[in-house]
């Protein structure tokens, strides 16, 4: 297991400035989110949650097991703090966003009479029920995409608090060796390799960090270097794409040994896009979902 260092939203806003300097093409996209990631990392300050230990003995057996930590369903929100997020996203999505102002205003509106009840949608996330996305999508007239967007991001804080105070009953120098997340059982977003080639994944819906097998497909367990490649840019040394020739599926790696500037990596994952769309169009799948779409 890794200790992830605390971030500031300076620190986010520091990292941003740098990729627009290289990449200005994403400059549009990546103000949205350096915005969005600013007010998560503010907000994560101010969560208020307890993560319940986890017996010895049942500790015992889902490590032996490989079972992850907890389920999604078990994790705890810090209600106030979701939805004073869930206001400010809609907010800077009513500022930096012309193409979904109108429907950043009916939520704030909703949410000023009460006819939005953002805790509904944030329980229903972790409960996978999509039907109350589709009632307040069909009530408000607003995309049900939009409306899972901003509720996954204004539970994140509480999601990365709750995930860090669980992996602390883990110890320090556990190796999961599964390629998903130990704490909550869901696929990874992007991968890192870092000090001296070693390799960690980074959960895409807690955002834990684990270590992991340098050849190794996540997705499918396939270790056969034969069946796994990558392809990178001269241009781009410090990204590059894991290929999974058994399952057809791909995943993001940046190599923070070939950065020297700030790293953020939600941003990364953001400012990598053209990445996603190379692999797709050679045919490749992602292997897990993000939620990076407004």
Known sequence: M??????????????????????????????????????????????????????????????????????VSDFELDEVSCRQLFEKISRIILEKNPGLKSSAEVLIAAMDKGDLKVEDLCRALLASDDSVFEKYAEELKVDKKLLAFIAYNSVKPSLVVFAEKTAQQLEPDYFWGKGYCPVCGSAPAIAVLQGEGERFLRCGFCGHQWSAMRIYCPFCENKDSKTLSYFYSESEPEYRVDICEACNKYIKTVDLRKLSRDCYMPLEQVATLHLDLKAQEMGLESGTSLHLEP
């Open 2 to 71: 890794t200790q992830q260092a605390e971030i500031t939203s300076a620190q986010v806003e520091k990292a941003a400035e740098f990729i627009i300097k290289l990449r200005p093409f994403y400059s549009e996209l990546i103000v949205f989110y350096q915005a969005v990631f600013m007010a998560q990392e503010e907000a994560k300050q101010t969560v208020r949650i307890d993560a319940k230990p986890i017996s010895k003995d049942m500790l015992k057996l889902k490590l032996k097991e490989k079972f992850p930590l907890v389920s």
